[in-house]
């Protein structure tokens, strides 16, 4: 089943522990991306790869780091979280950036909740 | 960068027919894009437009004007399961996304 995965669901941590969650992708697509989402925010994105080796600012990448070492996985790591990334967090796919469809194909969300 | 406006909420009953409206304020404009989102779920895609002009896929059409820099949603014949949000996403030349903050269609009976 083609789909886009992401580890843990759900995390409860404490300011200052680093962590990664994981985003994984089975459709062989070259552009991935990391979003967050909150309430009246709508989604803003974090980061952004178009290929292997190859990451680009979103809008909102302060506090984070990402790296695209291989096709099919783009971890988003946060080294030292605080209260303000609180947040749900959705990892994303799409063919290619330079797709006409540019459909993108999103994972099912991780609630990251920092104390 | 970009910023996209959409409304926040918008109500209809069963059987109507609902536009939700996009601009946008865009450098590098490349296209335009809908997403479907119900509570606790994630997006999910409807359509996307590059060219100016209307899309049509089944109850759901995407129109962009980029000289207006403008797009809108039509829904039409709208169903109870259509009660989600809605969120329009500008695309620039770089690959980089932005979302609009979102537009929640209720529908009634």
């Known amino acids: 089943e083609a789909q886009v995965t992401q580890n843990p669901r759900y995390l409860i941590t404490v300011t200052g522990k680093k962590l990664t969650v994981t985003c994984s992708q089975n459709m062989n697509h070259e552009y991935m991306s990391w979003y967050r989402q909150d309430p009246g925010l709508g989604l803003r994105q974090i980061y952004y790869s178009m290929n292997v080796e190859v990451t680009d600012k979103g809008d909102v990448p302060e506090g984070y780091k990402v790296s695209r070492k291989e096709k099919r996985n783009f971890p988003l790591i946060l080294e030292s979280p605080s209260p303000n990334q609180t947040s749900l967090y959705f990892c994303?796919?799409?063919?290619?950036?330079?797709?006409?469809?540019?459909?993108?194909?999103f994972g099912p969300g991780t609630r990251l909740t920092v104390t | 960068g970009q910023s996209l406006e959409q409304p926040s909420e918008v109500t209809a009953v069963e059987g109507a027919i609902v536009q939700i409206n996009c601009t946008y304020q865009t450098s590098g404009f490349y296209g335009l894009s809908w997403y479907q989102q119900h509570d606790g779920g994630a997006p999910t895609f409807l359509s996307y437009?590059?060219?100016?002009g209307l899309e049509e896929t089944g109850r759901f059409s995407s129109f962009l004007s980029r000289s207006d820099s403008y797009g809108y949603l039509l829904l039409q014949e709208l169903q109870m399961k259509d009660s989600a949000s809605y969120f329009c996403?500008?695309?620039?030349?770089?690959?980089?996304?932005?979302f609009g903050a979102g537009t929640q269609v209720v529908v009634t009976p």
């Open positions: 994303a796919s799409s063919l290619s950036s330079r797709d006409i469809s540019y459909e993108q194909y």
């Open positions: 996403a500008a695309t620039d030349s770089w690959g980089k996304l932005q």
């Open positions: 437009n590059a060219l100016d």
